[in-house]
């Protein structure tokens, strides 16, 4: 686990084992397909979620409203009181999603463990492939958006340009220099225009993940964003395709760095690349 100043959100493999059956604690599994991954092995007793289905809203391109995060809370065995540990499949990405939906709606205890699936089972901890219904469905109240966390299409035109506001570009490298709309391998269609926002760095999300699907150390992280000219007290606006990717690096330059001022563009180059008007860079 890295030494940082806020490293406390961030727990390891062997903590999660020794908490698993802690009342106060709840353990998610955040993934993708959940039929391919967590009902063929997860952390004994870890609810699974959805990214796509428990984790964005379900009728409009958008991050879940507040009655369907208290709904999903409230089924998963969580109240307002709970610690819950998030864990995640593609090196931890998921998982930094949904850590960062629900501070966006207010929940105070919240843990990542780090490296995710992939550390678990290389070091070949237990795993179960019973689905984990909880008995009771808990009472669970969500707190009003933080929406200082959040960055809107309109915030980013506000700000082009301005010093004081670096915009992140944390998707491949074909992607950054308008060759993909997606990732290599991934679904191509969806997104009308290649390239990316004007002015942005490109720090992709994944040099910040060492070999065993765990965070780089402090001292690393602080140099690859350094490097690029990000400073602490400037406003640093991470995105990538969907906001997931772009996440995992909000989550590095906050908690794990300590830099105050950090907001996730989660309409991200879907939203950009689809938009009559607005500027885009290309190589």
Not at 135 to 145: A, E, N
Not at 158 to 168: A, F, P, R, W
Request: hydrophobic share 30%; with cysteine; glycine share 8%.
């Amino acid at each position: 686990m890295p030494d940082s100043a806020v490293s406390d959100v961030v727990v390891s493999t062997q903590w999660v084992f020794e908490h698993l059956k802690d009342d106060s604690v709840v353990v998610v599994e955040v993934n993708a397909s959940l039929e391919v991954d967590y009902k063929t092995g997860h952390i004994p007793g870890a609810v699974g979620w959805g990214l796509h289905s428990d984790l964005e809203h379900q009728i409009r391109r958008d991050v879940p409203d507040v009655d369907q995060i208290e709904d999903l809370m409230a089924r998963s065995g969580i109240t307002n009181s709970t610690t819950v540990v998030l864990y995640g499949d593609g090196n931890n990405r998921s998982a930094t999603w949904a850590f960062w939906i629900l501070k966006y709606y207010g929940h105070e205890d919240l843990k990542l463990m780090d490296g995710g699936r992939t550390k678990w089972t290389s070091e070949d901890r237990p795993l179960s492939t019973k689905v984990t219904v909880p008995t009771k469905r808990m009472d669970y109240t969500g707190q009003s958006p933080k929406d200082e966390i959040r960055a809107t299409k309109q915030h980013i035109l506000d700000h082009l340009g301005d010093s004081e506001v670096n915009i992140v570009d944390t998707r491949t490298h074909e992607e950054y220099i308008g060759q993909l709309t997606s990732a290599p391998g991934t679904d191509q269609s969806g997104i009308y225009r290649k390239g990316r926002i004007p002015g942005a760095v490109h720090i992709p999300w994944d040099d910040g993940v060492s070999e065993d699907g765990s965070f780089k150390s402090v001292k690393e992280l602080q140099t690859m964003y350094e490097t690029q000219g990000l400073q602490p007290e400037q406003e640093i606006v991470p995105y990538c395709r969907l906001g997931v990717r772009a996440s995992f690096s909000w989550f590095i330059l906050k908690y794990l760095l300590g830099y105050e001022n950090v907001r996730n563009y989660d309409g991200s180059w879907t939203e950009w690349g689809n938009s009559v008007g607005v500027p885009v860079e290309t190589d």
